[in-house]
């Protein structure tokens, strides 16, 4: 495996038994699956939130919930156990669309009487309705653009600047090394911000300080 410039991407030597664990989750060991929860829990939310726009926080855990809950039920047609990380991705997204689906049908259905709460994240109080609203907007056309990377950048990034994951903490999540980490996160930031210079038709640039203040950049 290597970057989009030709520089290869060296796993943490101390990730050579996920595939150990997984085999051992495949034969329904709860505790090595338990463990690669804690291994990918960050990706998995940092996945999800990529797609959802990272706004409603409480949505995205009960996505991932459903996510591990999904991954546990059928942990046994996990063919490779050396490619869990991609399987339980996989799972993510369907958990995903699934939601997109219900809420569509909701939608087209109309209110009802047994409406649910609504959870989304409250305006903070040093912000106005108009300024949370331009935040929430500038915040998804930096995430639009996070999309567009290439998966290695993009993967970094999400889980640094959505699920404030350290160094550290990314290179467990992806199973690299830290100097990997360091070296895609300096080329992804690069990307990124020349991905926000372009302008767009539909909303304006998202200003430093907006995007500073949207746990972003």
Do not use: C
């Amino acid at each position: 495996m290597s970057d989009a410039e030709g520089e290869p991407l060296r796993p943490d030597p101390d990730y050579a038994d996920d595939q150990t664990i997984a085999a051992r989750a495949v034969r329904g060991h709860r505790p090595s699956f338990e463990a690669l929860v804690h291994r990918t829990a960050r990706l998995v939310w940092s996945q999800i939130a990529l797609r959802v726009g990272a706004v409603d926080r409480s949505l995205i855990d009960d996505l991932v919930q459903e996510t591990y809950l999904r991954a546990w039920r059928n942990i046994h047609t996990l063919d490779s156990p050396a490619r869990f990380r991609p399987w339980l991705i996989a799972i993510a997204q369907r958990v995903r669309l699934d939601e997109h689906k219900h809420r569509s049908r909701r939608k087209r259905q109309g209110p009802s009487s047994n409406t649910e709460p609504d959870d989304s994240p409250a305006p903070t109080v040093a912000s106005s309705p108009e300024q949370q609203a331009t935040l929430n907007e500038e915040k998804s056309r930096a995430i639009e653009a996070m999309q567009a990377l290439p998966d290695q950048y993009r993967d970094v990034l999400a889980l640094r600047y959505l699920s404030d994951a350290d160094t550290s903490e990314i290179a467990r999540q992806l199973a690299l090394t830290t100097g990997s980490v360091r070296g895609l996160l300096h080329r992804g930031l690069e990307l990124l911000r020349d991905q926000l210079r372009e302008p767009s038709p539909i909303t304006p640039r998202p200003t430093p300080a907006a995007m500073s203040a949207g746990g972003v950049l």
